[in-house]
């Protein structure tokens, strides 16, 4: 039967994790696949995460099955994370998580259960641009997507009234997917006051919000960028929420996630638990359980967390000091072109504004890899890197500038 199938394309994020890999160029680097590296160029298993292992081992007693809804003790102690602990939707037992095998898989989880909520071939509007994943997240369980206006590139800003005039055209029920915070690709984030008007828009023209947060901790912080994950389930009835600890928990390959549901009532919590039960029975059966045993571990442990928020406090600032450094870099090495949104921007992630055939050429002459859109990711860079991109854009040939 596999004569029917074509050879796919490698997909665009880690189709460029494996064609860096392959390059045997000395001074190669990665502004690919967004995982956080340290000084050292290195992914490091965070040191809170290297003690919850090591009390995770010596009190596990069984490896039995836990169930479809996975770890009990993440769940909970993920939505405290999430929406902080004492939240109205908490209080009112009107939002649960349920784990999910990483941010992929709560994705996953929310588009087949919006699908089975509403009726076929429902839409999810998500802003252009978006993750590059979310587009067969959603359309391998049915759903078709529409852009709503985001990005502004020509100021690195977002298209806040764009955005807000789309929102306000929709039809009751739809479903809006927003970034939590760090928006992937473009790192321009939803101000403070601006979530207020997007939250007042969703809730009068009753629509569905569908935050995908990847990135809790690694924008401005931990509770300044869960704002518009906890304004939705405060002021809205109904809202899905997708999470990941693979960056801010550095648990990448273990898969750690959960969709946070929030529901007018207990009542149409539980059906919403039900059928989320059924469909990861139908998938995947049920979660890995160490990354989530030890996230619940260093949240349930006022010291663990300690040095948790600490480590990450420091990644973000990282983060920020390399914005910096490459806005002044590519500040000097290209007058003529502004870069200074870079430096506003939070997250992982910004656009460069360069077109596919100067990544292209990026790439193939400087052994620099960044996916087509010319979206790198900030925590691959250091002052080496910083240099050498700031002088390969300045040298970029014109007819690719
Ligand atoms: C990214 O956008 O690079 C990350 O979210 C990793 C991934 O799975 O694509």
């Not at 995460?49 to 770890?71: F, H, I, W």
């Not at 912080?221 to 600890?245: T, Y």
Request: hydrophobic residues 45%; neutral net charge; aromatic residues 6%.
């Amino acid at each position: 039967m596999f004569e029917t199938l074509d050879t796919l394309t490698p997909e665009s994020i880690l189709g460029l994790l494996a064609a860096f890999r392959a390059d045997p160029a000395p001074g190669k680097i990665d502004l690919g696949v967004g995982v956080y590296r340290n000084e050292q160029g290195i992914t490091p298993v965070m040191k809170a995460v290297r003690l919850a292992e090591q009390a995770v081992y010596a009190d596990q007693d069984s490896k039995s099955y836990l169930g479809p809804m996975g770890n009990d003790a993440f769940n909970t102690s993920i939505c405290n994370l999430v929406l902080g602990a004492g939240h109205a939707a908490l209080a009112a037992a009107r939002a649960r998580a349920f784990q999910s095998p990483g941010g992929c898989g709560a994705l996953r989880l929310g588009a087949e259960l919006i699908r089975k909520a509403g009726s076929a071939g429902t839409v999810v509007h998500v802003s252009d641009p978006t993750w590059a994943n979310h587009v067969p997240l959603l359309t391998g369980a049915g759903i078709r997507i529409a852009s709503y206006p985001y990005y502004d590139a020509a100021t690195g800003e977002v298209r806040f009234q764009a955005m807000m005039d789309y929102i306000d055209a929709l039809s009751p029920g739809a479903v809006v997917l927003l970034h939590g915070s760090c928006h992937n690709p473009t790192g321009a984030d939803l101000s403070p006051a601006q979530w207020q008007l997007l939250v007042d828009v969703l809730a009068r023209r009753q629509l569905v919000p569908f935050v995908d947060f990847a990135y809790q901790g690694l924008g401005v912080g931990v509770e300044a960028d869960a704002l518009g994950a906890r304004l939705v389930a405060e002021k809205l009835p109904e809202a899905l929420i997708a999470l990941s600890c693979s960056k801010n928990f550095g648990l990448y390959r273990e898969r750690v996630g959960a969709l946070i549901v929030v529901s007018q009532d207990a009542a149409q919590l539980e059906a919403a638990m039900s059928h989320l039960r059924a469909i990861s029975r139908g998938i995947y059966s049920m979660p890995p359980d160490h990354g989530a045993a030890v996230v619940a571990r260093i949240l349930g442990d006022a010291s663990l967390a300690e040095v948790w928020r600490n480590e990450l406090s420091q990644m973000q600032a990282r983060m920020r000091t390399l914005r910096v450094d490459l806005t002044r870099a590519l500040r000097q090495a290209c007058p003529d072109r502004d870069f200074s949104a870079i430096e506003r921007q939070h997250g992982m992630f910004s656009l460069l504004n360069l077109s596919p055939a100067a990544v292209d050429h990026l790439r193939e002459t400087h052994h620099i890899y960044m996916p087509q859109n010319g979206r790198i990711n900030v925590a691959g860079l250091d002052p080496n890197a910083i240099a050498v991109l700031s002088a390969a854009i300045a040298a970029l040939p014109s007819a690719l500038r």
